[in-house]
Nanobody, 121 residues
Framework: VQLQASGGGTVQAGGSLGLSCAVS????????MAWFRQAPGKERDFVAA????????WYAGSVKGRFTISRDNAKNTVYLQMNSLKPEDTAVYYC???????????????WGQGTLVTVSS
């Protein structure tokens, strides 16, 4: 599985930004797609996840109600729509794939390159 993240940039606090993760080489065993983020000097934290089919989603408490994860099976793409952004959302965002759901980075074997999101105050 290869993952290609895009869509990062700089936005003012309160603004919105959308990220995309193009997936190739998907197999039936890859059932969960997730977004993680890593701020400078901090660990990589779970943001959101979705099943590739079935539509189950999970969110970190810090982003619930502001971020939405979705997927387009026809385009093999996973999205992260981020609204009401805060300066503390500033981080490098990574998409990841796994055979099962988890909210720790160690449970995800495939990773895309990161895309930087900067939220200015």
């Amino acid at each position: 599985v290869q993952l290609q993240a895009s869509g990062g940039g700089t936005v003012q606090a309160g603004g919105s930004l959308g990220l995309s993760c193009a997936v190739s080489g998907l197999t039936f065993s890859t059932i969960v797609m997730a977004w993680f983020r890593q701020a400078p000097g901090k660990e990589r934290d779970f943001v959101a996840a979705t099943t590739w089919s079935g539509g189950r989603t999970w969110y970190a408490g810090s982003v619930k109600g502001r971020f939405t994860i979705s997927r387009d099976n026809a385009k093999n793409t996973v999205y992260l729509q981020m609204n009401s952004l805060k300066p503390e959302d500033t981080a490098v965002y990574y998409c990841a794939a796994s055979t099962r759901y988890g909210n720790t980075s160690s449970m995800y074997a495939q990773w895309g390159q990161g895309t930087l999101v900067t939220v200015s105050s």
